[in-house]
């Protein structure tokens, strides 16, 4: 929607138009939160070297992002009942989980299963340390020497104080830049004969960085949606107020009524809903009967307008198929 309100900006003068497609450009604004050592200030560099805009400590957003470590504490449980604000749930150091067959990851996944359940809101495990980790040749090189020279990895003091051929500052750098989970599979990657870059992508992916953003895409949904249609009905009261035809017909144009449609779908698939993405009369017609549907069915207030959003956006493709 923003692309599409730009393009009206660009052919008009008004300055009430240019303010309300700046508001909408605005970024969704996150607040990372948390308890002291669970890795707040880690978590929120990750995110905020990802693009997400994050908000200065304490200070109000439109998503909240609470960070636990390995434990949900009745102070927390309390806070994520009576939240005020979209939240997600980080279940950060997710490698330090309990053992399993499957390693601390797939533990740490079974507890972020079973928390979301106790708390009703989605949670992600992430390895923060590892987001924005980044491996260089000279790493690279003390990461081939541990594979020609295993060291002793037991302990954190094993291995920083131990002897080896790798010098101890370096061995402590190594750790901590990445802990002994992400050294050892910086390791395990070297042994690969994996290029620093490649090294530092398979960090990344062991981080589960991309699931948390994609968690948070699905959070900031809601919020997207609302700031869209305050934008439409803004523009709809300066049309009337002004009698501005041009604002009118662009209002009722395809291009705003499926970017409405798009920013509704995002909603709804956000909670594990389909949508029919069939770009023929079938799949239009199919999907404008079935959201017509739900717009008139029990549903809270927030779906029945998507919903019908939805309806409406396909009810125009199907037009533009000539049915």
């Known amino acids: 929607m923003t692309d599409v309100l730009a393009g ?4 008009t003068a008004d300055p009430r138009v240019t303010a309300v497609e700046r508001r909408l450009r605005l970024p969704v604004s996150v607040a990372v939160r948390g308890r002291r050592g669970v890795g707040r200030d880690t978590v929120a ?3 905020a070297a990802a693009g997400v805009a994050v908000a200065a400590p304490g200070a109000t957003a439109d998503i909240d992002v609470v960070v636990l470590s390995e434990r949900l504490t009745e102070e ?15 279940l950060n150091k997710a490698d330090l989980g309990a053992a399993s067959a499957g390693g601390p990851l797939a533990a740490a996944d079974a507890t972020a299963a079973r928390l979301s359940v106790a708390v009703g809101l989605p949670v992600v495990p992430m390895v923060a340390l590892l987001a924005s980790a980044e491996v260089h040749d000279d790493d690279l090189a003390a990461l081939r020497a541990l594979v020609d ?20 500052e370096v061995r402590r750098a190594l750790l901590d830049r990445l802990d002994r989970f992400g050294l050892a599979h910086a390791v395990l990657a070297a042994a690969d004969g994996l290029t620093p870059a490649t090294v530092t992508a398979r960090l990344r992916a062991l981080s589960r960085i991309d699931a948390v953003l994609a968690a948070l895409a699905g959070v900031a949904a809601p919020v997207r949606y609302a ?21 009118a017909a662009f209002l009722d144009g395809d291009d705003v009524v499926l970017a409405v449609m798009t920013a509704a779908v995002d909603v709804v698939e956000a909670t594990g809903a389909e949508v029919d993405r069939g770009d023929d009369a079938g799949a239009h ?6 959201w017509h549907g739900f717009a008139r069915a029990p549903l809270d207030a927030l779906h029945r307008r998507c919903a019908a959003d939805i309806a409406r956006g396909s009810l125009r493709l199907l037009e533009a198929c000539g049915e």
């Not at 009206?8 to 052919?11: G, L, Q, R």
């Not at 927390?76 to 980080?90: A, D, I």
């Not at 017609?285 to 079935?290: E, Y």
């Open 8 to 11: 009206y900006v660009a052919v």
């Open 45 to 47: 560099a990750a995110l």
């Open 76 to 90: 927390e449980q309390t806070v994520l009942l009576c939240r005020s604000v979209p939240t997600l749930v980080v």
């Open 149 to 168: 020279a295993p060291a002793d990895m037991t302990s954190v003091d094993a291995f920083a104080a131990g002897e080896h051929l790798v010098p101890a």
């Open 227 to 247: 700031r869209i249609r305050a934008a439409v009905h803004a523009l709809r009261v300066l049309a009337a107020e002004t009698s501005d035809e041009r604002l």
């Open 285 to 290: 017609t199919r999907r404008a009967l079935r």
